[in-house]
């Protein structure tokens, strides 16, 4: 047995206590499945899934399937605990350089007056992107979008998906006086969001507001983040100018705004079409094994194994293992939630 004290520093290497627990009985026994390590660590399936995709995403493990079940592998813990080391110090280092880079454009990165908020500006572009990054990257139920420059929202789509396959909700506020002069504005925007199921409003009044920018007048739309983070995007067609933001009671107020509108309508991107096609291949089946779903959805490896992790995060899915009555391993099988 692995003394867990000699693992400690592994949370400075950004792994979670989970993590840690499952790495652990992976270089223990040096591999397992889904099932076994849940019991081992008595923690819940999903969660369990979870953590041993992300620890896969940081190379620490592999994994493969024989048909039935996937199997977790350590890889040489050697190398990489040695490469995500040296990931993480190249991340340090970026976010080192970005704080040093934002300093030298604003003389203050931190601002107070009597409700207590938190100011952040950026005139660079590029930084305020790695910050959008960031603040997307920890949304956890909501977030809300006005209408934005085409060029902006194709930065941040993949972000977007992200979080919609975490389960966070995505609202997109449109009005069509926010675009006047780009009719073709819908078309395009669900095309770049066509892999993200997101709810759109369209209502009678701008969403943008008018403002006065280096005596030009142009837009600005916003960027809400569970009701902490309210980010301005000043632009004027296409191009963006600069970006700013709040921590504090702005974004719920901006959030309010929207809410009494007067809506136009209102529809919903449905599930991109490799959810639909996994989603419908489940539904005609009582339930179904990974490599059948595979084969019938025409999806596979690791894009599978995110739609059902989302689909189980979801509560529409659910993971069920059926031990066989042949000799061999016990099949994973999928049936949606009733």
């Known amino acids: 047995m692995i003394d867990s004290k000699k693992l400690h520093f592994l949370y400075e290497m950004g792994l979670e206590e989970t993590h840690i627990k499952i790495y652990k009985y992976l270089l223990e026994n040096k591999f397992g499945t889904i099932t076994a390590i849940k019991n081992d660590i008595n923690a819940a399936f999903s969660t369990v ?13 592999e994994s493969s399937s024989d048909g039935n079940t996937r199997i977790f592998v350590r890889k040489n813990p050697k190398v990489a605990l040695n ?3 040296t990931d993480r110090l190249v991340k340090l280092k970026g976010n080192i350089k970005i704080l040093d880079e934002e300093l030298k454009i604003q003389e203050s990165s931190f601002g107070r007056c009597m409700r207590d908020i938190t100011f952040y500006h950026y005139s ?24 934005l420059p085409l060029s902006f929202i194709k930065k941040i ?12 909700h995505i609202k997109f506020y ?16 669900t095309n770049i969001l066509r892999k993200i199921r997101i709810e759109i409003i369209e209502t009678r009044q701008k969403t943008c507001q008018v403002i006065k920018y280096n005596d030009q007048i142009v837009n600005m739309g916003n960027i809400l983040i569970d009701d902490n983070y309210l980010n301005s995007i000043i632009f004027k ?34 599930y991109p079409e490799p959810i639909k096609s996994v989603i419908k291949v489940i539904e005609g089946s009582k339930s179904i094994k990974t ?25 529409l899915v659910e993971e069920t293992t059926i031990k066989s009555e042949k000799a061999g391993r016990p099949g994973i099988y999928y049936s949606l939630v009733e």
Not at 49 to 61: D, T
Not at 174 to 189: G, T
Not at 292 to 303: I, P, R, T
């Open 49 to 61: 899934s979870r953590h041993l995709n992300e620890l896969e995403k940081r190379k620490l493990i």
């Open 174 to 189: 449109i009005s069509l006086s926010d675009f006047e002069e780009e009719i073709n504005y819908f078309e395009e925007l």
């Open 237 to 270: 067609e296409d191009d963006v100018y600069h970006c700013d933001g709040f921590l504090g009671p702005y974004a719920k107020q901006a959030k309010q705004y929207l809410e009494v509108l007067d809506v136009v309508k209102k529809w919903e991107i449905e």
């Open 124 to 147: 660079d572009i590029n930084l305020a992107l790695n910050n959008y990054y960031d603040l997307i990257e920890q949304a956890q139920k909501e977030i809300v979008l006005t209408s």
């Open 83 to 85: 490469e995500l080391m």
């Open 157 to 168: 789509a993949s972000s977007l998906y992200e979080a919609f396959i975490r389960g966070v």
């Open 291 to 315: 490599r059948d779903l595979s084969s019938h959805s025409k999806v596979g490896g690791a894009k599978l194994k995110e739609i059902l992790d989302y689909l189980i995060n979801e509560g």
